[in-house]
């Protein structure tokens, strides 16, 4: 069974800065996808980015970067120049391929301040 | 770029009517899931089909049921409603054919689901 951890229930930062979401997940098969979405108040689920276990490079999409360290099971997601509209909730989430389902760790609640 | 479509998006029932709850995955995906999130938690898996037939199951009560169609779009059936029952209901998809170490999954809006 594969579990995620997300330790920061919530963080502040300052508008224009850097911020870094802490992950770790567990899991003994090689194959799986790393995933974070971000879900503002209003409720929908965006995907933000992807990491697979086999991509030998971090992902990126623009503002968004995963620290993908394999031997350390962590996937932190890194936002730069965060904004306003950054202020969120943000789950990582990991599936093992195929068909599998997505598991979600607990969140981390992201306010950005002016 | 099309994205799932969830409807409705906002419903309220009473305790133990019954509800339905649609899903258009996105198209050529060939994998739907559902997921029901209470108020202040994650999103908790409940049923997911690959290709129309069933694929895995999590915490769906018994209450509830699902398909998927030969278009591949999805219904959640809830019946007996209860209080408890009141969450946002994410349906997602993904293509999954050929794929081993993970593919994109992409989540709806979600439906709001009250029960009074």
């Known amino acids: 069974a594969q579990k995620i951890t997300q330790t920061q229930p919530g963080m502040f930062v300052q508008e224009k800065e850097a911020v870094t979401l802490d992950c770790t997940y567990d899991t003994s098969d090689p194959s799986y996808g790393l995933f974070w979405y971000k879900q503002p108040s209003s409720g929908e689920m965006i995907f933000l980015i992807y990491q697979g276990s086999y991509d030998q490079q971090n992902a990126t999409e623009g503002r968004y970067s995963l620290n993908f360290q394999k031997a350390r099971k962590s996937a932190n997601l890194v936002i730069s120049a965060s904004q306003l509209g950054d202020s969120a909730m943000y789950f990582c989430?990991?599936?093992?391929?195929?068909?599998?389902?997505?598991?979600f760790g607990t969140g981390t609640k992201l306010q950005v301040i002016p | 770029a099309a994205g799932v479509i969830q409807s409705p998006r906002h419903l309220i029932k009473e305790k133990r009517e019954t509800a339905t709850l649609k899903c258009y995955p996105i198209p050529r995906h060939d994998t739907v899931y559902w997921y029901q999130q209470g108020p202040g938690q994650d999103p908790q898996f409940l049923i997911s089909f690959y290709e129309k037939m069933q694929s895995d199951k999590g915490s769906i009560p018994d209450r509830f049921s699902a398909q998927q169609f030969s278009d591949y779009h999805s219904e959640l059936n809830m019946s007996s409603l209860e209080l408890g029952d009141s969450a946002l209901y994410f349906c997602a998809s993904t293509y999954s054919t050929g794929t081993s170490a993970g593919n994109t999954i992409y989540f709806g809006e979600g439906s709001w689901l009250t029960v009074v």
């Open positions: 989430a990991m599936s093992l391929g195929g068909y599998q389902k997505v598991t």
